[in-house]
């Protein structure tokens, strides 16, 4: 393969001890320079101009809210005879009786308290601060930063842009996120459900198409949408099954979407609550209206998954999707007889990957998506079901070694 560097992509690497440029570039194929069809950048790309040739739109903003876990102490074990895990931070909720040489202050946030404190129970304030001013002078355009509802777990804002220019500043926020808390003796992770018995990592990810420099989504209908962002949503509920393939791509990512959590299981929109899957946004002004998708997590690859998202609420406007009525109860606090008559997202990456087999149609439109990339990433991600799958849990020992 050969590399063609985007060099409005140049950035000094605040890294490292010798000045490093960095660069993003697209996938070709070496001999001809045509594109290469597994390449997830090229996919954003042909996705962009996807849009622009269906004479919807010409722009497609995406603002993805990624979170991430902080930890003091990662240990885990994938040996024949040895299998498990072990996290610790010093801010954790777990802590409040651990013994340290310094005293323990007692200041942190509970089991689902983290949303949020301010210091001493908030820890992190000055470590996500200087990731964020990090982030700043590297010239990438963010807004703010908070502790988030899980101990340990964090949130920095970014302000939306394009779409393959979103999935490069997404790139550069976790590669960021990893090296600032390794200088400060900590270890960052987005994977989305690193510990049990508390909130999980999503990405929610917000969405709006413009046209002409005007916003598409703003209009007189439900929460002031379009008919064309109703649409959009009911492209992304339609194909929410297959969409979770892409959006959430591991194993791991399952153990986040259960009830419980304030994960979005159900395949519901609403303005009014976040339980659903599809949530909007309050917005002062019709330039900021849009749709937030809140299913996604980091795991996904974020050219692919803003792609699939764009791709899905195409289709919807396309096939003018009803996405039926919205729902404004809160979805957890309904009785079990009306929860039967909603769908949900899957439940397990084998269910999306047998979701996306039976559904992929809408993203090989324009040739955004091809059934040789679509095969090859489902080829892959079918090998992580496999090890998954077979590999005992200890869990399983606590329920079953003396049956």
Known sequence: MKLIPDCESAYVDPFYAEKTLCLHCNVVEPDTLEPYGRDPRGTALKAEEYLKSTGIGDTAFFGPEAEFFLFDDVRFSNSMNKVGFEVDATDAAWNTNSDYEMGNMGHRPGVKGGYFPVNPTDAAQDIRSEMLSTMRRMGMKVDKHHHEVASCQHELGLIFDSLTKQADELQKYKYIIHNVANAYGKSATFMPKPVAGDNGTG?????????????????????????????????????????????????????????????????????????????????????????????????????????????????????????????????????????????????????????????????????????????????????????????????????????
């Open 203 to 403: 990405m929610h990810v917000n969405m709006s198409i413009w046209k002409d420099g005007k916003p598409l989504f703003a209009g007189d209908k439900y929460a002031d949408l379009s008919d064309d962002a109703l649409f959009f949503i009911g492209g992304i509920l339609k194909h929410a099954p297959a969409l979770n393939a892409i959006t959430n791509p591991s194993t791991n990512s399952y153990k986040r979407l259960i009830p419980g959590f304030e994960a979005p299981v159900l395949r519901a929109y609403s303005a009014r609550n976040r339980s659903g899957c599809v949530r909007i946004p309050w917005a002062e002004s019709p330039k900021a209206k849009r749709v937030e998708a809140r299913f996604p997590d980091p795991s996904a690859n974020p050219y692919l998954a803003f792609s699939a998202l764009l791709m899905a609420g195409l289709d919807g406007i396309k096939n003018k999707t009803d996405p039926g009525e919205a729902s404004d109860k809160d979805l957890y606090d309904l009785p079990p007889e009306q929860l039967e008559g909603i769908p949900t997202v899957c439940g397990s990456l084998r269910e999306a990957l047998v979701a996306l087999e039976h559904d992929h149609n809408f993203l090989l439109a324009g040739d955004v998506f091809t059934r040789d990339q679509l095969k090859g990433y489902m080829d892959l991600k079918w090998e992580e079901v496999h090890n998954y799958e077979h590999t005992p849990h200890p869990i399983e020992y606590s329920m079953y070694y003396s049956c």
